[in-house]
């Protein structure tokens, strides 16, 4: 071996020695590995979660969430919308525009609503435990 073969061996190796050790000091290395994804992986926290009322549509629909979170419908249309769902007991009133209805999901199940002015809107809110 040369010298100057030598030379360009010897720069090599401290190349990437040098760039080994940057790499090692990097923000985020040697921390520890994140666990498998859960099923609920993707779901935001219980907490609060929206449907937005436009074109004549629930969006988005289904909406997933977890137990304990409150969902709020803002109506965005120019027109009159309700939420209606199959218990008697859980309806909105009439939301004009820019009005809101909230409902806190207790517990898991799938829950689907209409709007009674207009009954081929439809949507479904998932619960999951």
């Known amino acids: 071996m040369t010298s ?14 040098a760039a080994l050790a940057l790499t090692a000091c990097a923000p985020g290395r040697g ?3 994140a666990a498998p994804a ?6 935001p926290p219980a907490g609060a979660a929206s ?3 436009v074109n004549f549509k629930f ?6 969430v ?4 409150t969902v709020a419908w803002t109506n965005r249309d120019g027109i009159a919308h309700t939420v209606d769902f199959s218990s008697p007991d859980l309806h ?11 409902y806190t999901f207790a517990g898991p199940g799938s829950y ?4 009674r002015i207009h009954p081929f809107m439809h949507g479904t809110v998932v619960v999951n435990a």
């Open 38 to 43: 859960s099923p609920d992986a993707g779901l």
């Open 92 to 102: 909105s009133s009439v939301l004009n525009q820019s009005d809101r209805f909230t």
């Open 112 to 115: 689907a609503y209409i709007c």
């Open 31 to 33: 921390q520890a590995t």
């Open 51 to 53: 449907v937005s009322i």
């Open 4 to 17: 100057r073969s030598g030379a360009t061996l010897w720069l090599v190796a401290l190349g990437a020695a």
């Open 66 to 69: 977890k137990a304990g979170t």
């Open 59 to 64: 969006d988005p629909t289904p909406l997933v």
